[in-house]
């Protein structure tokens, strides 16, 4: 490629993330890059956004050469800034959101701000791509991946995703050695088991604080669950139609049964 | 039905909301209440969770003879706070989240604290609907639609849902004289085309405001979008599977691709 490509940088732990500085690290080598990540951590933002308070975009130096700004809102906030207050009429090849510490893969997708950027940005019709690595430490190794998410953003930079434009990117936490390449996969359907821990604060007012465990249901060996576990790098395209259309006849008798209540 | 089903209601307006108010006066024509929402407005949060902070719960009397609680969390922590520190081993026999005041048809499912409320519930295997009025206002009009709520929830309490968890239903803002009752819709594709208001506040600092207008792109009538315009109350089987199956075989030649970057 001579043409350099313009890619859009973001993520939900924040701008000075380990996991981000590799990020930038494997696109600047591939194109012009513009950062926007959040001025704090923001795990599990999902896809909020801000509407009652105005946000703020600091221009800072983090990574030498490369445009960044710093934001007090959501990763979905990062994006939408970005998309109209930076780039205005250029166009973004690509947008890259990562990469995360720890998993977003089958359900944490809901929950994950990481994701939700990505899936912004897809939203405004830009090729996106989150990445995650299944390793909450702050120090976790991102080296050994980084052949790998250089090679998957060129090929969608190169082949495209066909209709979708989104892919959800999870990296199992393995050394590069026994890493057996990407593994195209679906959402497996998993969930948490969860339980608060209760306490007392110091002021003796009762709290409750979120733990839990996640557990696999989905025996299928297409799954991205499945594919972490056997050391493959999952990717699962993903959209953003909730629509479950094998319900749509199954609930058909309730446009009869409304008629019992209009008003004559 | 003489058994008294147990409904969990939430929203994401907050425990003072008038839509909260609408919908449990509906639902306790029907069944035991227990109620657990926001202490404060939660529009926008989607499924944004709190991991880094302790949650709050606090006993109300806001509705007479209704055990009712107001939480300090998002409104995916007010459900799994009352699934697990409040049911613990009831289980709740519908989920019913809303009246949002504004719409959440199409993708504004997405941002919904309202929808990601109900969809947390579903993920718990709580049958669930959120409901949202198309009327922004505080003081919107809630009474026009609450017949239809009942029959809608009635419905589902006697037929369930089939394999589907989950319904988005939002209701047009007419008088119910032209209320044409319930259509099964599929979640139509749109955006919002949304610009950021500029400005510079009293410390002499620039901030952005995000505004926006919402844009249907989808032409077919068999939209939740084409349902409201045409003044039926659209009801979405919604899920929670992001997965495009129809494009996992396009990413295919992604695989082989893998292996030029494995180390020997």
New interface residues.
């Given amino acids: 490629m001579n043409y350099r490509p313009l890619i859009f940088v973001t993520n939900d732990d924040g701008i000075n993330a380990p996991g981000l500085k590799a990020l930038v690290e494997v696109a600047r080598e591939i194109g012009e890059l513009i950062v926007v990540a959040p001025d704090s951590?923001q795990?599990?933002?999902?896809?909020?956004?801000?509407?009652?308070e105005?946000?703020?975009?600091k221009k800072v130096d983090v990574f030498e050469g490369i445009e960044a700004y710093e934001c007090s809102g959501?990763p979905?906030?990062c994006v939408?800034?970005g998309k109209?207050?930076l780039l205005h009429q250029r166009e973004a090849d690509l947008c890259v959101s990562g990469i995360n510490h720890g998993s977003n893969a089958s359900?944490n997708?809901?929950?994950s701000g990481t994701m939700?950027a990505a899936?912004e940005a897809s939203?405004?019709g830009i090729k996106s791509i989150g990445f995650s690595l299944l390793d909450y430490e702050w120090n976790a190794d991102f080296e050994s991946c980084k052949?790998?998410l250089?090679?998957?953003m060129l090929?969608v930079l190169e082949?495209g995703?066909?209709?979708?434009k989104?892919?959800?990117v999870n990296i199992p936490a393995v050394p590069?050695?026994v890493?057996?390449?990407?593994?195209?996969c679906?959402?497996a359907?998993a969930?948490w088991i969860?339980?608060?821990v209760?306490?007392t604060?110091p002021r003796g007012?009762?709290?409750?604080?979120?733990t839990g465990e996640f557990m696999n249901q989905d025996v299928g060996s297409d799954t991205d669950v499945w594919a972490l576990e056997n050391h493959y790098?999952s990717?699962?395209?993903?959209?953003?139609?909730?629509?479950?259309?094998?319900?749509?006849e199954?609930?058909?008798?309730?446009?009869h049964?409304?008629?019992?209540?209009?008003?004559e």
């Fill in positions: 951590p795990s599990g933002q999902g896809h909020a956004i801000t509407l009652k105005p946000l703020r975009l959501t979905v906030d939408k800034l109209h207050v359900i997708i809901l929950y939700s899936m939203l405004e052949p790998f250089k090679e998957i090929h082949h995703l066909g209709n979708c989104l892919l959800n590069a050695s890493l057996r390449g990407f593994r195209i679906r959402q359907e969930r969860e339980r608060y209760e306490g604060d007012q009762k709290y409750y604080w979120l790098i990717v699962v395209p993903s959209g953003h139609d909730l629509t479950r259309y094998d319900a749509i199954h609930l058909r008798p309730l446009e049964r409304a008629a019992q209540v209009v008003p």
